[in-house]
């Protein structure tokens, strides 16, 4: 089965897009569990956070200080989860942080 994720990178499916620059899309989450809730992914596929290079997690957590400085004060009381693995709640396999903001 195809990745969601990657077919949302490459235009193919449909998503609110909060923010992209050439290595990362940022996203709205379609079930959110927090006034805002935002998926920070990177463009290139990896399944999890552990297969992720060192660089790949360091860009999404500069990432994250980029969304809430744009977020303003909507973005200044957040939560950032990864899930690692269909044990933690994983559900799509490609790594991804949620970014949950109650602004």
Excluded at 49 to 59: D, K, L, N, Q, T
Aim: contains cysteine; charged residues 20%.
């Amino acid at each position: 089965m195809p990745c969601i994720f990657c077919s949302i990178i490459e235009g193919k499916a449909n998503a609110k897009i909060f923010y992209q620059d050439d290595n990362v899309v940022v996203f709205y989450d379609i079930a959110p569990k927090a006034p805002i809730h935002l998926l920070i992914c990177p463009k290139q596929h990896f399944t999890d956070f552990i297969s992720a290079p060192p660089e790949v997690r360091s860009r999404l957590a500069d990432t994250v200080q980029k969304v809430s400085d744009m977020l303003g004060d909507r973005g200044k009381d957040f939560r950032v989860q990864i899930n690692n693995g269909p044990g933690s709640g994983q559900i799509v396999f490609h790594l991804h942080y949620h970014f949950l903001a109650w602004g």
